[in-house]
């Protein structure tokens, strides 16, 4: 009875110790030695979800987070991620991967936050080794894109992973890819990944369909060819059992005849599976002969993604064989007689310590390849490896269209072509075969600067242009004012025009989206700075000063022409009419001129580069060519006095009047340089840029959250405070200032803040703060408990 009791109590405690979340842990564990992450992470889910312990749940979370990162799901990664920071809130390698993976999701803001976060905890990672570089990098080439035009081949998307396309040799009409895509009788998933084992699929591109008919009881299913108007590819088919096996199979290269296809494969070698080897078949009238192994390495290492140069004599492969640089690497190999030689490392650049995948030798001997290195856009990104003379590699990342945030790899050209195929999982996540096309667009700027006064030309004037990319050029004007340059496609353009005696002037230009080349003319017309210069569109009401608000709308440019000219100083001028008192006049003139200095000072300039000069009705107008131009009763060099107005009709005297309720800005110096006394003036107290008041964050009490919207150096004024009608500034050290916005006793609240101000395309993100100093937030979590 004894026996029975004690066999039974055992018996519960076995089945209770094989449910724990121990051995789940320790069955993940198994088989990620043997990289089936898949099964792996179903292990680990259970664990997690048996596991009471918020430490160890951490760790759980952590590695089925890396799970779904290593078989390339960021979605599922992300959510484990989130977890593993949840049960740990300083889990910093959690959160920096996390950060990673958000841009594989292009979820760049949540992205950002975690790599502060993770500086946060990690305060000795200095600037130069800041892992947001990266959202710099991603914000820049997606801004001012490349010179490709990509798009999703929609023939061949399934609901798997379709991948590693190839064109048969120089025939561009047929083409073969690798897809997870389910085979009829091949019911077997990978455990690594989860999906169906890879298989190679064909299909043409023609202008005859096959069509089955329905299968009828007692007849055999036929099939026709049909000739349709237009040209399109074929429902992809495997191209059979000679090359697919009951294992993976995929990732090959046609020689450059199209008569022979070597292809990797995980397919049993000697009855035992050994990693993948690279095997090669003949075709001959479309039929295959018999896959042979390549001999390029020891059974007991792997190699794969083969490419075979131009004249068939080299093949370069991938694998991780021990002499690399860490992960897998490029490798080569010549041909010997019927064999190959001993496999040669292509070294650096070529390598790195990260993977290189899918190389793909071009007939013009560049090489192309995909890595994961650090100075991408995210996962594996496209790279260009062309030799110099010397015989270095110069290797160079194709940037965006063709690299994303997501995974970009085994890119192929057509022969002689800036144009082919390549893999990206872009869209949700998915492998994808995309199309791309090379572009060639030619653009020139054809200017002329003219005297805005007198309508000629303005000689030798210099044109310095600044482009996106960060490239600088100075052009100089012949004789006729005239210049010409050179423009890069999907670029944008600055112009700035200067002359001694003028102010300068400015020009916006731009090849944004644009798919035929063009020639663009523009005149340039810069204002002399003898004359003063006239304000059109100032408004007030009769007897006040009060701006009105089309013409705060028509100041907006006196802030530009400021902003591009800073080393000048202006008087800003108000004139009146003779109707009224004089003194009146002189008056309400004063504080007209004074309504504009201050406008412009709540704008950023600062206040002293301005004079405000009241003249009343003692500076009549004198005509112009352009005001005699447009009234016939009036000449040039007319002064429009009270004698002169007198003896007009009422419609003409009315004219006159409106002449001369002018506002006018005259330049006073050229070489005007900002003092320490230039943000404040004289007299107040308020600490403002703008209408923007700055409080010292410093002086905030207690812990709260704040979102940080720059840091900036001391001496300048950051435009962008102009945005914000209240911002909290704090010294970071000697010469850099932190500016934040708003301040939240709940995180999610401040978030939530940070994202409507980053919708409107201004950096920001929640930082935490305690007693004048940034924390982070897990310590602000626990100092608020």
Not at 389 to 411: C, L, Q, R
Request: glycine share 6%; aromatic share 12%.
């Amino acid at each position: 009875m004894k026996i029975l009791f004690y066999t039974c109590i055992l018996f519960v405690l076995g089945v209770f110790i094989s449910c724990s979340s121990q051995s789940y842990i320790n069955r993940g564990n198994k088989m990620l030695k043997t990289g089936r992450y898949y099964h792996a992470e179903g292990m680990f889910e259970k664990a997690y979800k048996k596991e009471k312990d918020k430490a160890k749940k951490a760790d759980i979370a952590f590695k089925s987070a890396s799970c779904f990162a290593e078989i390339n799901q960021p979605r599922k990664a992300a959510t484990w991620y989130r977890k593993a920071i949840m049960n740990r809130d300083t889990f910093s390698l959690a959160v920096k991967n996390l950060a990673y993976t958000e841009i594989k999701n292009h979820r760049l803001n949540k992205a950002e936050e975690n790599f502060w976060e993770y500086v946060d905890l990690h305060p000795e990672v200095k600037s130069a080794d800041d892992p947001s570089a990266i959202l710099k990098r991603i914000s820049k080439w997606e801004e001012y894109p490349g010179r490709y035009e990509v798009q999703r081949l929609k023939d061949f998307s399934s609901s798997s992973s379709d991948f590693a396309p190839i064109y048969m040799g120089k025939d561009t009409n047929v083409i073969f890819f690798t897809s997870t895509r389910k085979i009829k009788d091949k019911p077997k998933k990978d455990g690594v990944t989860g999906d169906y084992f890879s298989n190679l699929f064909e299909s043409h591109y023609s202008n005859e369909l096959i069509r089955k008919s329905r299968k009828k009881k007692g007849k055999k299913r036929t099939s026709r060819k049909v000739i349709v108007d237009s040209y399109q590819w074929s429902k992809p088919n495997s191209v059979g059992d000679t090359i697919n096996s009951e294992w993976n199979d995929g990732a090959a290269c046609f020689n450059p005849n199209g008569d022979v296809l070597y292809f990797t494969s995980s397919r049993k070698v000697n009855k035992n599976n050994q990693g993948t080897k690279i095997f090669a078949v003949q075709r001959k009238d479309g039929d295959w002969g018999r896959a042979a192994l390549q001999e390029l390495v020891p059974d007991s290492l792997s190699v794969g993604h083969p490419s075979i140069s131009k004249d068939g004599s080299v093949l370069y492969f991938v694998s991780d064989m021990p002499g690399g640089f860490g992960g897998n690497d490029i490798w080569m190999a010549k041909r010997s007689g019927s064999s190959w030689s001993e496999p040669q490392n292509l070294g650096r650049p070529i390598n790195s310590v990260n993977d290189e995948l899918f190389p793909f030798i071009r007939d013009n001997g560049t090489l192309y390849f995909a890595s994961d290195r650090i100075d991408g856009m995210g996962g594996l990104d496209i790279y260009k490896a062309t030799r110099s003379e010397t015989g270095v590699w110069n290797v160079e990342n194709m940037k965006y269209p063709i690299n994303s945030t997501t995974d970009d790899f085994a890119i192929v050209f057509q022969s002689g072509k800036e144009k082919g195929m390549f893999t990206s999982s872009r869209k949700k996540g998915n492998d994808d075969i995309y199309r791309f096309d090379y572009v060639p667009l030619h653009f020139t700027f054809n200017g002329q600067v003219l005297n805005f006064e007198t309508k000629k030309p303005v000689a030798v004037s210099k044109v310095h242009v600044v482009s996106s990319d960060g490239e600088q050029a100075d052009v100089r004007t012949n004789i006729d004012g005239r210049f010409t340059f050179s423009m890069k496609p999907n670029m944008e353009y600055i112009l700035m025009v200067s002359s001694e005696g003028f102010l300068n002037g400015k020009e916006l230009v731009n090849t944004l989206g644009l798919d035929v080349s063009r020639n663009f003319k523009s005149i340039i017309a810069l204002k002399p700075i003898e004359k003063p210069i006239e304000l059109p569109n100032i408004f007030y009401d009769f007897g006040s000063w009060d701006l009105r608000e089309e013409s705060k709308k028509a100041l907006d440019g006196l802030v530009e022409t400021l902003n591009d000219n800073p080393k000048i100083t202006i008087e800003l001028a108000s004139h009146t009419d003779f109707v009224g008192r004089e003194s009146t006049n002189q008056e309400i003139s004063q504080k007209r001129a004074q309504s504009v200095v201050d406008y412009l000072i709540d704008k950023g300039i600062y206040w002293d580069r301005l004079v405000a000069h009241g003249y009343g009705e003692s500076k009549p107008r004198v005509v112009n060519q352009e005001i005699a131009a447009k009234y016939d009763f009036l000449d040039v060099d007319d002064v429009l006095k009270e004698s002169r107005i007198g003896k007009m009709n009422s419609e003409q005297r009315e004219i006159a009047n409106q002449l001369n309720r002018r506002t006018e800005f005259q330049v006073l110096s050229t070489d005007y340089h900002p003092g320490s006394n230039s943000k404040v003036r004289p007299g107040t107290n308020v600490n403002q840029i703008g209408n923007t008041l700055i409080k010292d964050l410093n002086k905030v009490k207690g812990i709260f959250y704040t979102i940080q919207i720059g840091a900036f150096n001391k001496k300048t004024i950051p435009p962008l405070l102009q945005n914000f009608k209240v911002v909290f500034r704090a010294s970071i050290d000697n010469t850099t200032n932190r500016y934040t916005t708003g301040i939240f006793d709940d995180v999610e609240e401040a978030r939530t803040e940070a994202q409507n101000i980053n919708s409107k395309g201004i950096k920001a993100f929640v930082i935490a703060y305690y007693k004048g100093k940034k924390i982070t937030f897990a310590q602000a979590k626990k100092l608020k408990e």
